[in-house]
């Protein structure tokens, strides 16, 4: 074959390529999974164990509060847990115990039942257990946060950022502790997770984190 000619095959085969695979793309967006809210329920059995039949949480053993928190989310996040992006860290015990629920919904129809099921749930707003100084938070918030959870608190789809409304002081406090330290985030394809790490940099330490958490809790109305 002529150099040219190769070239030119070459340059096909990307094309076709390119097709087959954006064809892929739009047929796997095409059907997203519909979520079957009754076997939800029944999952959901599992999940309150820890997370409490009203997805409250429990503190005790670091399971947070889930109720409230939008489909979207804790789809990607259970998914998260499932794929060893999150909860994997040997330093990670609290990761550690929701990790093996992630891999019991290792069929997808179940997972999104079951997270669809829990996003379901009546919003709860967890009463504060930690001291912080809010107004010392407030600016920061306004500062850096502001850009993706909102000035409402209320998170943003299109970034990926989820509302922290629902969330409890201790459990936001944790998370950010472990953004930093890289407990969370700091795994390969964690793409969403790593955006967060490099915001959780601009927290000086944990009484700042607690003064940021303190300043959230008041944006609930
Ligand atoms: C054995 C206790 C346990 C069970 C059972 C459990 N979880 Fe968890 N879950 C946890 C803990 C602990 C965390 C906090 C992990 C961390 O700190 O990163 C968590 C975190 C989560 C998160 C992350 C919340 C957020 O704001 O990012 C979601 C979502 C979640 N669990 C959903 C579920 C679902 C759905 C089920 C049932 C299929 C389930 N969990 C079963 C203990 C449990
Ligand atoms: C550039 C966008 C961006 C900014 C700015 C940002 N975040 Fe986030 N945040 C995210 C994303 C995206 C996630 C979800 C990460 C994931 O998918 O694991 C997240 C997650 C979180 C979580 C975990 C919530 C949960 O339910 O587990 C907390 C807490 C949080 N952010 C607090 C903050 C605070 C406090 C600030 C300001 C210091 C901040 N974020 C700034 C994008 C951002």
Not at 117 to 130: F, I
């Amino acid at each position: 074959m002529r150099k040219i000619d190769v070239l030119v095959l070459l340059f096909a085969l990307g094309i076709a390529g390119v097709l087959v695979t954006s064809t892929y793309a739009q047929a796997e967006a095409e059907a997203p999974i519909e979520p079957d809210l009754a076997r939800g329920e029944e999952l959901f059995e599992l999940c309150a164990q820890c997370h409490g039949s009203a997805g409250a949480g429990n503190q005790l053993i670091e399971a947070p509060a889930i109720a409230g928190l939008p489909a979207w989310y804790v789809e990607a996040q259970v998914r998260n847990f499932r794929g060893g992006v999150r909860g994997a860290h040997p330093d990670d015990y609290a990761g550690l115990r929701m990790r093996p629920m992630g891999r019991m919904m290792h069929d997808d129809q179940k997972l999104v039942d079951v997270t669809h099921y829990a996003a379901s749930l009546d919003p709860v707003m967890p009463a504060a257990t930690l001291q912080g100084d809010a107004a010392r938070g407030k600016e920061h918030y306004q500062q850096v946060c502001v850009t993706c959870h909102g000035a409402d608190g209320r998170g943003n789809e299109a970034l990926h950022a989820p509302p922290l409304l629902n969330n409890s002081d201790w459990y936001m406090v944790a998370q950010l502790k472990k953004f930093k330290s890289g407990l969370r985030g700091a795994k390969a394809g964690d793409t969403w997770g790593a955006t967060m790490r490099s915001m959780s940099m601009t927290l000086e330490d944990e009484q700042h984190m607690q003064d940021v958490v303190a300043y959230v809790l008041t944006l609930r109305k």
